[in-house]
């Protein structure tokens, strides 16, 4: 355990290049609100959401913390932007003397540890939250970021993966040394969401659902990694054998256009609705019948966790750090990503067999909350932030 003390307040900086609602920026916010505030102090530098009415950039000032804006700190490449952010960043963290500089995602992983490695900070902390491996860029642009953070790896002092398997792909890809990982699960407020459970006749008339169907709730960003195109594909051969069905998509995104035309082409107009983003996402999950995560590639998946909080049975894809989170026949099913016969064999069989449905569901719960409360998050957090500060101070850096 680290016994680190200071008369004054540890300073953290928090690089990421948007803070909206969901992902990555919705988990840090969680995690520095409950931080022990009598020893640190924490400060975000973000860019802006693409969508306007997803920023929480006025939520996380009045919840405390100091936020600076960077305009030109954007999620994609452009290099007289990314320039102007390196430089902005630079000599904010110059100017802040912060203790500890911690990047989140990967383009503010890379230039948020390049300016505090540039303004020499004494701990530079890198989270992925994911990994770039599968399923977001070609070939040619995931080679081009491995290599940014095999280079940001040589100045980093700890990388934070959300999995203990999380950790294997990044030093097989030659990224960083062992003794440089570690891992910290995501976790939620398991109380507060409970008392999120709604009626579930009344949830489902909202949405125009009656009671009688079987109701599939997935949710995510409408794009390619999350695999939504083949959930559609499998839920087409789930009506075969379970023809009073509906499934809710929830969220947005590049592809929203695409799946609707997907959805017209198999004659599941009826079948499949689009609400959208939504803020009452555990609340939907809450009426539902099972819970399905069809992504191609996940890092952790803190919706799994909303939906074994509301004991929702799952069934998700077989991909990065689900197999941490939900135990293939205990506590879900997982099934092959990109395949949606063995999708939809997997929600069939939850659906007919309501007692082994129930049973995930309960085993999905307890696990819940032996692993992944919040509160567990934060404490191993903190400990990472003295115990890593003091090691720097006495000059190990190992």
């Known amino acids: 355990m680290s016994n680190y003390k200071s008369a004054e307040k540890i300073r953290v900086l928090h690089v990421i290049t948007r803070l909206e609602r969901g992902g990555a920026p919705a988990v840090l916010l969680e995690v520095l609100r409950r931080c022990d505030t009598s020893q640190f102090e924490h400060h975000i530098a973000t860019g802006l959401s693409q969508a306007p009415e997803d920023d929480m950039i006025s939520f996380a000032k009045d919840t405390g913390f100091r936020v600076v804006v960077i305009p030109s700190l954007i999620r994609d490449i452009h290099p007289f932007l990314d320039i102007y952010a390196l430089l902005k960043l630079y000599f904010l963290i110059l100017r802040s003397r912060y203790d500890i500089v911690h990047c989140h995602t990967s383009k503010g992983g890379f230039i948020g540890r390049l300016a505090a490695r540039m303004a020499n900070v004494k701990c530079i902390i890198y989270s992925p939250h994911g990994d770039i491996f599968e399923g977001y860029f070609g070939e040619i642009k995931t080679r081009f970021f491995i290599w940014l953070e095999r280079f940001s790896a040589r100045f980093t002092d700890k990388i934070i993966t959300l999995t203990k398997s999380g950790i294997g792909p990044y ?94 082409t198999l004659g599941l107009e009826k079948q499949v609705l689009f609400p959208g983003m939504r803020s009452d996402v555990p609340e939907i999950i809450s009426c539902g019948d099972l819970f399905v995560l069809p992504s191609v590639n996940e890092g952790f998946g803190v919706v799994l966790l909303e939906a074994m909080a509301m004991g929702c049975p799952i069934v998700a894809t077989n991909v990065g750090g689900v197999p941490e989170v939900v135990l293939d026949g205990e506590t879900g099913i997982l099934v092959p990503p990109g395949d949606p016969v063995e999708l939809a064999g997997g929600i069939i069989q939850l659906l007919k067999d309501t007692s082994l449905a129930v049973k995930m569901a309960e085993c999905g719960y307890q696990r819940l909350k032996a692993c992944f409360d919040i509160r567990e998050t934060v404490s191993k957090t903190e400990h990472l932030y003295k115990e890593l500060l003091e090691r720097k101070l006495c000059g190990d850096v190992n």
């Open 171 to 264: 030093l097989k890809a030659g990224i960083g040394q062992k003794s440089q990982f570690d891992y910290i699960y995501n976790g939620i407020d398991v109380e507060s969401l409970e008392k999120r459970k709604v009626d579930r006749i009344q949830k489902r008339q909202e949405l125009g659902i009656e009671n009688e169907y079987f109701l599939i709730v997935t949710a995510g960003r409408l794009v390619p990694v999350k695999g939504q195109t083949y959930l559609i594909s499998a839920l087409a051969q789930v009506i075969t054998e379970i023809p009073n069905i509906r499934l809710v998509l929830l969220g947005d995104g590049e592809l929203r256009g695409e799946l609707s035309g997907q959805v017209k």
